[in-house]
């Protein structure tokens, strides 16, 4: 084995990630080579020094950072997407679609009344307009008394539509690492303390876009 | 029907929340080192952690329970660190050795410094030694940096640095075998014992 190879191989004889094949030749050639040698040498120093630079202990502060920025992000609408499947991808297709149909028509009618004389205006000429997507989801919220223990409820309405709510209460650890979560018919129930949880939620949800009321129970800040 | 499924998500954020800040606590001082072994720069190597977490929760949903998450958050500060940072070509931080020290008063302290060539004892000067293996470090491609930082630093074997580089093992070798070579050169001025007896090779 050359020099050349040899020092290529010798950060990985240290590292010890060598075949055994190649860990014998590299050994083989340092015990008759003085300059591979201090190669060697070398580089066990510079494995040495950069493994026992002293570590330096991240900022008190960069947990805050992360969190705060995590919570400037927009609340997350997209596992809604993905997890609603067809619906949304109706509702998406008529939101794009159904606006241009209609910019559509209206420029159509005078046109085809204009060269074909003919009247397309039924008596009633209604239409019905798409749901406006801007209107910002409302969350409701009904919490047990601070310190108290009892049931948290609150509820989303999203879009102006009636009867589109649903409620979901909680009651331990749906915010804490041990989430257990049962499955009922009215929806997803948790066990909890709710002023933690309720916190925790309003953190979550002081996104611009959603609006929250009080029907109930005492002020969580 | 629709908004239940959106409270059920809503659920999951929050409890994907708490597990994701008790991960971030626990691998918060590992990213932050990395992140400054490879900037050389306290405030860089902050903005670098915090952005390589706030990414990491992100796409916290691709993550796969149960497979290493410490990896899968390296690769994210690697990708980060040599995608965007290089980009920005930024200095590296290197504290000045002869410029006078501010006190607090507003008096300027001239530093002494130890000429390190002709005073072993130096050698051992702890403080001295990582500034001086931080400006080596500096000096090489990102690529050999994160190599041999992942290797040597924090103990990685060279398949897991693989993994985190998405590289294959024998260009970890190779980038780990450049990398130390180009500090081997770099690092000797610090061990004055040994300085000049190394050739380049």
């Known amino acids: 084995m050359t020099c050349n190879m040899t020092q290529r191989l010798i950060s990985a004889y240290v590292d010890r990630e060598l075949s055994e094949d190649e860990r014998a030749r590299v050994r083989q050639h340092l015990a008759l080579c003085a300059e591979c040698m201090v190669v060697y040498e070398a580089t066990i120093e510079v494995k040495t020094a950069l493994g026992s630079m002293a570590p330096s202990p991240c900022p008190e502060c960069l947990w805050e950072g992360v969190r705060s920025r995590i919570a400037a992000l927009p609340f997350q609408a997209e596992p809604e997407r993905t997890r609603l499947g067809p619906l949304r991808a109706v509702w998406s297709f008529a939101r794009l679609v159904v606006p241009a149909a209609v910019a559509g028509t209206i420029v159509a009618i005078p046109l085809v009344h204009m060269i074909f004389g003919i009247s397309l205006f039924g008596p009633a000429g209604t239409r019905q307009q798409p749901i406006s997507s801007s209107t910002p989801p409302r969350l409701v919220i009904s919490a047990p008394a601070s310190g108290e223990s009892g049931v948290a409820r609150y509820s989303m309405t999203r879009g102006v539509a009636s009867g589109q709510t649903a409620s979901m209460s909680s009651s331990s650890g749906l915010f804490g690492l041990d989430t257990t979560a049962r499955h009922s018919d009215r929806g997803d129930e948790y066990s909890s303390s709710p002023d933690e949880q309720l916190n925790l939620l309003l953190r979550r949800m002081q996104d611009s876009s959603v609006t929250y009321t009080w029907i109930g129970g005492s002020t969580h800040e | ?201």
């Open chain 2, 1 to 201: 029907m629709v908004n239940q499924q959106a409270l059920a998500t809503t659920a999951q954020h929050l409890s994907k929340d708490a597990e994701f800040e008790s991960l971030v606590l626990r691998y918060q001082n590992s990213v932050y080192n990395i992140a400054l072994r490879m900037s050389g720069n306290p405030d860089e190597a902050q903005d670098l952690a915090q952005e390589a977490f706030v990414r990491a929760y992100r796409s916290f949903d691709s993550y796969r329970r149960g497979t290493s998450f410490d990896k899968w958050l390296y690769r994210i500060v690697t990708n980060l660190y040599i995608d965007e940072v290089r980009k920005r070509r930024r200095k590296p931080y290197v504290e000045s050795l002869d410029e006078p020290i501010t006190m607090s008063g507003g008096n300027e302290v001239d530093r002494e410094i130890a000429d390190l060539s002709h005073s072993p004892e130096m050698v051992y000067d702890r403080e001295h030694l990582d500034i001086c293996i931080q400006s080596a470090l500096a000096e090489l491609p990102p690529e050999f940096r994160m190599a041999v930082i992942l290797c040597d630093i924090e103990g990685f074997s060279y398949e897991e640095i693989a993994q985190i580089m998405g590289t294959s093992i024998g260009t970890v070798r190779s980038r780990i075998h450049r990398g130390r070579r180009g500090l081997r050169e770099r690092i000797a001025p610090c061990f004055p014992a040994r300085s000049g007896e190394v050739r380049p090779t």
